[in-house]
């Protein structure tokens, strides 16, 4: 056993060796026999000894060690103290700094008891020898060839000080390979007898490949765990000095309103003193508490650091083997270990409130201490206001605030903890309403002005949280709880251009052309913006170009017009000049075959979506015609379909089904799988009688023709219905059998009115 100076105290020590702790937590004093726990911490063995309790475990009762710097729990391997892993880096510290002590204080042999100064050290026995210990270990068969290294040559050579591990197994021989087969590390007598035969390494080459993943682990606790945690405890201490500080100005506040009132309303003034105290008392506990845990967690993952940094730095290959597991299994531990820090867990909100216009009842109206619990990492921001907008049309979204605990927070104080700028696409700001529900949310209301990107910022008490900035895009449209009379109201009975017989459907084209599908005159009219004649193309007939009954109509995004043929049992493409390009389908009920093609659709992969009436399905078709996949069966259930007739495309790619025979809408993912489904047969608001054209605008506002209701409905983006208008008739604003639904590209919208032979436009 070594023996130290008792001058070498642990002061001495950290001047000198400041990589590594040498004195133990427990007795103060310099280790020895240094064991190291599974968190990475390190205790005289006799200091472990004196901590181990018992537990009842699964596998009977356990032996534990409770660190006494971090709390974790280490059990015991087989319930021996001894299995514990050697800190040989702090014997290795301790015996370098002795050695390097030796001219202020000798050593002594630690190989006799003469008390004789040491002048070598062996390295196999790691002991202290004097001249006569030096002559008798060359002597001694045993010990002869051992490696002596005098003192003056250790002072200049720290790795000469590393003691060596020696095996398990052999305990003459030292570890000096690492086996891949058995992953441990060996001697040369291992090789022979029990790892004979397996693929084994010497222990520096092994490092080498092990090193990598260990500095990896090592970067990924120091950049994923250390350093949050000290940014979080800055933010901890910055918060409780703000509080402090804040503390400190509500306090003169208070002091200041006090001054200004007699000696009778003092009393009052301590009243308020002591609420700040108290509130300050309870906020500072709470950071003070919250720090102390952040500077624990940072305490375990700076021990586990250093000492494997040091470990990797300074360990010799054996050393390191010895501890590499558990190095390795305590830094991926914390490394993944949850951090669990969102933000301080109180702020420095200390306000006081006081109307200085009520001088006259200053006695009982002296103020009131507030505070905030507001917790912003569980602020919840939500509402069609955050997403999209139109132009002219007041929208909203809602602020929903929480304390620490997930419970909602009811400020009792003014708007003024919630500012939200919201800033046009040029640059100005547009006025925001803030209307305080008192149930802990907060509803903000405003009125885009302009079309384009608004910038949304939200902030509570001054600072903003995460999802506290939105961008939001505005468009051209109309306010459907507004609608009037109609904007634009054109065709009539005939078959002469710009007359129609049963009009079917109607498609916009981004210059703003409109191509209705004239299903009585088997041909497609062309209109412009203000539904003044352009052109037809088509006529009756099976041939290419030619109709029996067009019906649904769209427009991809090269402009490329489809049309139903109903009778015909196909869907032709034309140009945009109406010039024939080409066709797919033909009469069936097999995969690209279809009965009584309806309303089409082209979705965001520009594939073309066939509401297959009789054949109760969607049928996907590249843009080419080829047939890609079948959505839906005849039936009422979940993902079944009665005579489909018109289908849309949602902004998320879901496709949108009328479902006329089951009196509802279908909503399908792109892959074909059923999503959900609203609306029943019936005459009231939000139920349908065989819904027909279906439309949704950039708001995710759906709008919808109700046939035999002879209305459009419109639903909001959570599918709940907004409002309705029309009515059975052939005035503005009324309908007989309202069928296709498109949008202008001013966000009006073109409603095609079947047995009024006409489209209006609101």
Same mark, same amino acid.
């Given at each position: 056993?070594?023996?130290?100076?008792?001058?070498?105290?642990?002061?001495?020590?950290?001047?000198?060796?400041?990589?590594?702790?040498?004195? *133990?937590?427990?007795?103060? &004093?310099?280790?020895?026999?240094?064991?190291?726990? !599974? =968190?990475?911490?390190?205790? /005289?063995? +006799? #200091?472990?000894?004196?901590?181990?309790?018992?537990?009842?475990?699964?596998?009977?009762?356990?032996?534990?060690?409770?660190?006494?710097?971090?709390?974790?729990?280490?059990?015991?391997?087989?319930?021996?103290?001894?299995?514990?892993?050697?800190?040989?880096?702090?014997?290795?510290?301790?015996?370098?700094?002795?050695?390097?002590?030796?001219?202020?204080?000798?050593?002594?042999?630690?190989?006799?008891?003469?008390?004789?100064?040491?002048?070598?050290?062996?390295?196999?026995?790691?002991?202290?020898?004097?001249?006569?210990?030096?002559?008798?270990?060359?002597?001694?068969?045993?010990?002869?060839?051992?490696?002596?290294?005098?003192?003056?040559?250790?002072?200049?050579?720290?790795?000469?000080?590393?003691?060596?591990?020696? *095996?398990?197994?052999?305990? &003459?021989?030292?570890?000096?390979?690492?086996?891949? !087969? =058995?992953?441990?590390?060996? /001697?040369? +007598? #291992?090789?022979?007898?029990?790892?004979?035969?397996?693929?084994?390494?010497?222990?520096?080459?092994?490092?080498?490949?092990?090193?990598?993943?260990?500095?990896?682990?090592?970067?990924?606790?120091?950049?994923?765990?250390?350093?949050?945690?000290?940014?979080?405890?800055?933010?901890?201490?910055?918060?409780?000095?703000?509080?402090?500080?804040?503390?400190?100005?509500?306090?003169?506040?208070?002091?200041?309103?006090?001054?200004?009132?007699?000696?009778?309303?003092?009393?009052?003034?301590?009243?308020?003193?002591?609420?700040?105290?108290?509130?300050?008392?309870?906020?500072?506990?709470?950071?003070?508490?919250?720090?102390?845990?952040?500077?624990?967690?940072?305490?375990?993952?700076?021990?586990?650091?250093?000492?494997?940094?040091?470990?990797?730095?300074?360990?010799?290959?054996?050393?390191?083997?010895?501890?590499?597991?558990?190095?390795?299994?305590?830094? +991926?531990?914390?490394?993944?270990?949850?951090?669990?820090?969102?933000?301080?867990?109180?702020?420095?909100?200390?306000?006081?409130?006081?109307?200085?216009?009520?001088?006259?009842?200053?006695?009982?109206?002296?103020?009131?201490?507030?505070?905030?619990?507001?917790?912003?990492?569980?602020?919840?921001?939500?509402?069609?206001?955050?997403?999209?907008?139109?132009?002219?049309?007041?929208?909203?979204?809602?602020?929903?605030?929480?304390?620490?605990?997930?419970?909602?927070?009811?400020?009792?104080?003014?708007?003024?903890?919630?500012?939200?700028?919201?800033?046009?696409?040029?640059?100005?700001?547009?006025?925001?309403?803030?209307?305080?529900?008192?149930?802990?949310?907060?509803?903000?209301?405003?009125?885009?002005?302009?079309?384009?990107?608004?910038?949304?910022?939200?902030?509570?008490?001054?600072?903003?949280?995460?999802?506290?900035?939105?961008?939001?895009?505005?468009?051209?449209?109309?306010?459907?709880?507004?609608?009037?009379?109609?904007?634009?109201?054109?065709?009539?009975?005939?078959?002469?251009?710009?007359?129609?017989?049963?009009?079917?459907?109607?498609?916009?084209?981004?210059?703003?052309?409109?191509?209705?599908?004239?299903?009585?005159?088997?041909?497609?009219?062309?209109?412009?913006?203000?539904?003044?004649?352009?052109?037809?193309?088509?006529?009756?007939?099976?041939?290419?170009?030619?109709?029996?009954?067009?019906?649904?109509?769209?427009?991809?995004?090269?402009?490329?017009?489809?049309?139903?043929?109903?009778?015909?049992?196909?869907?032709?493409?034309?140009?945009?000049?109406?010039?024939?390009?080409?066709?797919?389908?033909?009469?069936?009920?097999?995969?690209?075959?279809?009965?009584?093609?309806?309303?089409?659709?082209?979705?965001?992969?520009?594939?073309?979506?066939?509401?297959?009436?009789?054949?109760?399905?969607?049928?996907?078709?590249?843009?080419?015609?080829?047939?890609?996949?079948?959505?839906?069966?005849?039936?009422?259930?979940?993902?079944?379909?009665?005579?489909?007739?018109?289908?849309?495309?949602?902004?998320?790619?879901?496709?949108?089904?009328?479902?006329?025979?089951?009196?509802?809408?279908?909503?399908?993912?792109?892959?074909?799988?059923?999503?959900?489904?609203?609306?029943?047969?019936?005459?009231?608001?939000?139920?349908?009688?065989?819904?027909?054209?279906?439309?949704?605008?950039?708001?995710?506002?759906?709008?919808?023709?109700?046939?035999?209701?002879?209305?459009?409905?419109?639903?909001?983006?959570?599918?709940?219905?907004?409002?309705?208008?029309?009515?059975?008739?052939?005035?503005?604003?009324?309908?007989?059998?309202?069928?296709?639904?498109?949008?202008?590209?001013?966000?009006?919208?073109?409603?095609?009115?079947?047995?009024?032979?006409?489209?209006?436009?609101?």
């Amino acid at each position: 056993m070594e023996k130290l100076d008792d001058k070498c105290n642990r002061i001495e020590f950290q001047k000198k060796e400041k990589d590594i702790d040498i004195t *133990c937590y427990i007795c103060k &004093q310099t280790f020895r026999y240094p064991r190291v726990l !599974d =968190c990475l911490h390190t205790f /005289c063995e +006799e #200091c472990c000894a004196n901590n181990i309790n018992k537990i009842d475990h699964e596998l009977g009762e356990r032996s534990i060690i409770k660190c006494q710097r971090c709390f974790e729990v280490t059990i015991l391997p087989d319930n021996d103290l001894q299995m514990l892993p050697y800190n040989f880096f702090a014997n290795n510290a301790i015996d370098f700094l002795l050695i390097q002590s030796t001219k202020e204080n000798a050593i002594l042999c630690t190989c006799c008891s003469d008390e004789s100064d040491a002048v070598s050290r062996c390295v196999e026995c790691s002991e202290f020898l004097c001249l006569k210990c030096v002559t008798a270990h060359k002597r001694i068969r045993v010990t002869k060839d051992h490696k002596v290294i005098d003192l003056d040559t250790l002072r200049y050579d720290k790795s000469s000080v590393h003691r060596p591990v020696h *095996c398990l197994f052999h305990e &003459q021989e030292v570890f000096a390979f690492y086996c891949e !087969d =058995c992953d441990d590390i060996i /001697c040369n +007598e #291992c090789t022979i007898l029990q790892h004979r035969g397996h693929k084994y390494e010497k222990l520096k080459d092994a490092l080498k490949n092990k090193k990598p993943y260990m500095m990896s682990i090592l970067e990924d606790n120091e950049s994923k765990k250390i350093r949050p945690i000290e940014r979080a405890i800055d933010e901890v201490q910055d918060m409780a000095a703000r509080l402090h500080a804040r503390t400190v100005a509500t306090k003169q506040a208070v002091k200041n309103c006090t001054a200004q009132c007699i000696r009778a309303i003092e009393f009052r003034c301590h009243e308020l003193l002591s609420t700040v105290d108290a509130i300050y008392s309870n906020k500072s506990r709470l950071l003070y508490e919250q720090q102390l845990g952040l500077q624990l967690r940072l305490m375990k993952n700076k021990t586990a650091n250093d000492f494997v940094n040091y470990a990797l730095k300074n360990g010799s290959e054996a050393e390191i083997f010895e501890l590499l597991d558990v190095m390795k299994m305590r830094l +991926e531990y914390l490394n993944k270990e949850e951090l669990e820090y969102k933000e301080p867990h109180e702020n420095d909100v200390i306000d006081h409130l006081f109307d200085f216009d009520s001088v006259e009842n200053i006695a009982n109206n002296l103020g009131e201490i507030s505070t905030s619990a507001i917790f912003l990492t569980n602020t919840i921001v939500s509402g069609q206001g955050l997403r999209t907008g139109k132009v002219g049309i007041e929208t909203f979204f809602i602020v929903k605030v929480f304390d620490r605990f997930g419970s909602p927070c009811v400020e009792t104080t003014t708007n003024d903890a919630i500012r939200v700028k919201i800033q046009a696409p040029e640059g100005f700001y547009v006025n925001n309403k803030i209307l305080n529900n008192n149930d802990g949310s907060y509803c903000i209301r405003y009125t885009p002005v302009t079309r384009g990107k608004y910038n949304i910022t939200i902030k509570i008490r001054g600072r903003q949280f995460p999802n506290s900035n939105h961008t939001v895009r505005v468009y051209d449209g109309i306010d459907y709880l507004k609608i009037d009379n109609t904007y634009l109201n054109f065709g009539v009975l005939g078959n002469k251009p710009c007359e129609m017989n049963l009009p079917w459907a109607i498609a916009i084209h981004e210059d703003g052309r409109m191509f209705v599908s004239d299903h009585g005159n088997n041909r497609v009219q062309v209109f412009n913006e203000l539904g003044k004649f352009i052109t037809e193309f088509g006529s009756k007939g099976s041939k290419d170009g030619q109709f029996l009954g067009p019906t649904g109509i769209a427009i991809d995004q090269n402009g490329c017009i489809f049309v139903s043929d109903w009778e015909n049992h196909r869907v032709q493409q034309f140009n945009q000049n109406g010039v024939f390009i080409g066709k797919f389908g033909l009469k069936g009920r097999e995969k690209g075959q279809l009965l009584h093609p309806a309303g089409l659709a082209v979705d965001k992969n520009g594939c073309i979506i066939v509401a297959d009436r009789d054949n109760h399905r969607l049928q996907v078709f590249a843009s080419d015609g080829r047939p890609i996949s079948t959505i839906g069966s005849y039936g009422n259930g979940c993902g079944q379909l009665d005579s489909p007739t018109h289908v849309a495309i949602m902004d998320d790619n879901i496709y949108i089904v009328s479902d006329a025979g089951n009196d509802r809408l279908v909503l399908f993912e792109e892959s074909g799988r059923f999503n959900s489904f609203f609306g029943s047969k019936g005459s009231d608001p939000g139920f349908f009688n065989r819904p027909s054209g279906v439309v949704v605008d950039k708001e995710g506002y759906i709008i919808l023709g109700d046939l035999y209701n002879h209305r459009i409905q419109v639903f909001d983006p959570e599918l709940k219905y907004y409002c309705h208008f029309g009515g059975e008739g052939n005035q503005d604003k009324q309908f007989r059998y309202p069928s296709g639904i498109a949008l202008t590209n001013e966000g009006r919208v073109a409603i095609v009115d079947r047995y009024n032979h006409r489209v209006q436009v609101f």
